[in-house]
């Protein structure tokens, strides 16, 4: 019953433009690295091949087919930002500190460039990493108000690639669990496999 699970979950994020699975086994592909899956699965078990996966297929996946817990998990932390922006405005308006308005703002610029497809995602966690530094230095230096807007984009920043890591690694473990999965995925282009070592990647 959960393989038939895993493989409707194969077609989830590809309703509007499904693409027929031209193989039967990854040893079928042509230019693929590996005979059968049991290679593939150690393959990536043993950290010199690496599993891709498109971050929206992956979310669309996680929404319809992820465990109870870790869709609570992301439900939570959505929840949270959700709590932290309603806060800053009530904030703003009784100790009267009308920059922490700028929260919000902060808050779904930092949701959008914070999430793994977007195209400059390097430059986003480069950016996500200095907020630490850069609250701490506001702290020590008394200024509360900037420091709690840094504070907000860190938060959002850590909430959405959480959510996006929970998603994402659970729908890899899924398309490692099940040849026929990994073959749905793979043909419609929301996976890919890349050498650790060459940095080649395979895809269909």
């Given at each position: ?14 309703d509007?433009?499904?693409e ?5 086994s990854?040893g ?23 599993l891709?996966?498109d ?46 308005l ?33 609250f701490?230095?506001l ?25 996006a ?11 490692l669990g ?7 995925a ?15 990647v395979?895809?269909a």
């Open positions: 019953m959960r393989r038939n699970n895993n493989r409707t979950s194969a077609n989830a994020r590809l509007e433009s499904q027929p699975v031209a193989w039967r990854v079928e592909i042509y230019g693929f690295p590996f005979s059968s899956f049991d290679e593939l699965q150690a393959a990536v078990a043993a950290r010199s091949f690496q891709g996966v971050p929206f297929a992956a979310a669309e996946w996680s929404a319809r087919f992820n465990s109870p817990v870790k869709k609570t998990v992301i439900a939570a932390l959505s929840l949270l930002l959700v709590i932290a922006g309603a806060a800053s405005i009530i904030a703003a308006f009784v100790v009267k500190d009308y920059w922490l700028a929260a919000a703002p902060i808050q779904a610029t930092v949701f959008y460039v914070a999430h793994p497809a977007w195209p400059y995602h390097k430059w986003a966690t480069a950016g996500g990493a200095l907020t630490v530094p850069v701490i230095n702290l020590l230096n008394e200024m509360t108000t900037a420091a709690t807007l840094v504070a907000y984009a860190g938060l959002t920043f850590a909430a959405v690639r959480a959510a890591f929970i998603a994402n690694s659970a729908f890899r473990k899924a398309l099940d040849e026929q999965l990994f073959l749905a793979f043909a419609n282009r929301v996976c890919t496999l890349r050498n650790s070592r060459t940095n080649r395979f895809a």
